[in-house]
């Protein structure tokens, strides 16, 4: 089965679409917020499931790439992870493999169809995923990373679901939330924000998923700083 078969990537498949140019209105919005700090590490994350955040993570990494820079996405949601399917990759070995010395960064990370843009599948999903985000390995492999891309995009499970969002948010520079429009109830948004805020996350902005605009009624991502 192909990659668009299983989780359409618009920015790839339909470059010049509404919903592409929303993408890469993102990545210049997250550009302009870099006043005072370079945004390299961006971490999204949701309220609950099925919010659209590890399509709109995928989709701003391949946008990242198209713009010729060097860019690394990592599925950090262990407890449910989909990067795989969506760049249609194997998921023997990854981000779990790596954090318990199984394998090596470099033997993880596996390249896409997009030039510039690999990717770092979660692995073999562990018993134990929050304690191996906040371990030391973690925080040792991002600033490596640092050093070999660009830009380092992180996809996580949902904020009120699990801790791991909190503990990974106060290791990058922005964190996006992706709230799918009419889906989510406005007090679960504002508790996310909250748990964000309280692990002293830099919160980049708010995505809002699947708004409906015009007449054509297209379907895209607004971005709310």
């Known amino acids: ?13 339909n470059p010049r679409s509404p919903a592409a140019e929303s993408y890469r209105m ?4 997250i550009d302009f917020s870099a006043i005072d700090r370079k945004i390299q590490t961006i971490m999204l994350t949701s ?16 946008v990242y ?16 992870p989909s990067l795989h399917l969506t760049f249609n990759l194997s998921n023997r070995r990854g981000l779990s493999n790596v ?7 470099e033997d993880a990370v596996q390249p896409s169809d997009i030039d510039h843009l690999h990717c770092l599948t979660s692995g073999p999903i562990p018993p134990n995923p929050a304690e191996m985000l906040a371990s ?10 640092r050093k070999a891309y660009d830009h380092i995009i992180i996809d996580t ?24 429009y009419g889906r989510v109830r406005r007090e679960l948004a504002l508790k996310a ?28 991502y607004q971005y709310y700083g």
């Open 99 to 105: 954090m318990i010395g199984q394998v090596s960064l």
């Open 26 to 29: 993102l990545r210049t919005n």
């Open 157 to 180: 499970p949902p904020v009120i679901a699990v801790t791991d969002p909190q503990i990974i948010a106060s290791r990058c520079d922005g964190v996006l939330l992706v709230v799918e």
């Open 65 to 80: 790439a198209q713009a010729g820079r060097k860019v690394l996405i990592i599925d950090a949601d262990m407890r449910k």
């Open 47 to 62: 309220a609950g499931p099925e919010e659209g955040k590890s399509t709109t993570a995928a989709n701003l990494a391949v």
């Open 136 to 145: 030391s390995r973690m925080a040792n492999l991002l600033e490596e990373l």
């Open 193 to 220: 924000k909250q748990l964000l805020e309280h692990a002293q996350a830099n919160i980049l902005g708010v995505v809002i998923n699947n708004k409906k605009h015009s007449k054509e009624h297209e379907y895209y």
């Open 1 to 13: 089965m192909s990659r668009s078969a299983i989780r359409p990537l618009i920015t790839d498949i």
